[in-house]
């Protein structure tokens, strides 16, 4: 794990990219900013956190990271060593956590909660929807860090995340006020959609997704299929980080919207 600081004295603010070896936008992110960084009126670390599975260039070493908090110092698993060291870098902390996706080219933030601060910095930000998760955080960076923003910032691998990862950490930035630069100012009319259950997704050689996220799904329509064999809805939902090879044993969530941030 990488910790860079701008900025003297101890920061109450991070930003955190590449928990996932195969989201190589966080890292990209954080170096664009480093290297060409604004000024900045509060200290803030950055931190690119799975370097060994970035290297391997795999999701994971042993264990799933967003899946093992808060970890465990002492552990023989990679990931739980990690992600006991990262719970202790963020403690006290408002995080900027970057991810990228295999489900959706544009941007999106999940929260824990409808808090001040989500309320307050994601209309600042350059994205589509709010994804409240609270509920479905166990094992998950929320689960220690609850003031934390996550955004999926696009495709994984490609130069789109890495440049929207890049932008919205300066908007992250500049929307808590540590920066010089006006905060962008975007409508508070975001979607705000609940992260529920899983979808299951059988072993198979070939899987097909039939619909896009966030937009509706009526009961009885198709959903996805492993192997040619038809997964149905069984009751209306919006889907959420629905692909077909994201997961390894789903194909992604069932969500519902519950209205508008404002």
Request: glycine share 8%.
């Amino acid at each position: 794990m990488r910790v860079e600081q701008l900025g003297e004295g101890e920061p109450s603010i991070a930003v955190v990219g590449s928990i996932h070896g195969d989201e190589p936008c966080g890292r990209d992110g954080i170096e664009a900013v480093l290297a060409d960084p604004p000024a900045l009126s509060q200290p803030v670390k950055f931190i690119v956190v799975n370097e060994r599975a970035l290297a391997a260039g795999e999701r994971y070493l042993e264990l799933d990271l967003n899946r093992v908090f808060p970890g465990d110092p002492d552990s023989d698993v990679h990931e739980m060593r990690l992600a006991a060291e990262l719970t202790a870098e963020l403690r006290g902390c408002t995080v900027l956590s970057l991810h990228s996706t295999q489900s959706y080219d544009g941007m999106f933030a999940l929260v824990d909660e409808l808090s001040d601060l989500a309320r307050d910095v994601c209309p600042k930000l350059s994205v589509d929807a709010v994804v409240r998760t609270k509920g479905e955080n166990e094992g998950r960076l929320f689960s220690v860090a609850p003031s934390t923003i996550e955004i999926e910032c696009g495709y994984q691998g490609s130069p789109e995340a890495a440049a929207n990862a890049e932008q919205v950490i300066r908007e992250f930035l500049a929307a808590l006020g540590v920066t010089d630069e006006p905060a962008p100012v975007r409508s508070p009319s975001l979607p705000v959609f609940q992260l529920g259950g899983p979808i299951p997704k059988a072993a198979a050689d070939e899987y097909e997704v039939f619909v896009r996220n966030f937009e509706p799904v009526a009961a009885g329509d198709p959903v996805a299929a492993a192997d040619g064999e038809m997964l149905h809805a069984e009751e209306d939902f919006h889907p959420v980080l629905l692909s077909a090879e994201g997961y390894e044993d789903v194909f992604g969530y069932m969500g519902t919207r519950v209205g508008t941030l404002d």
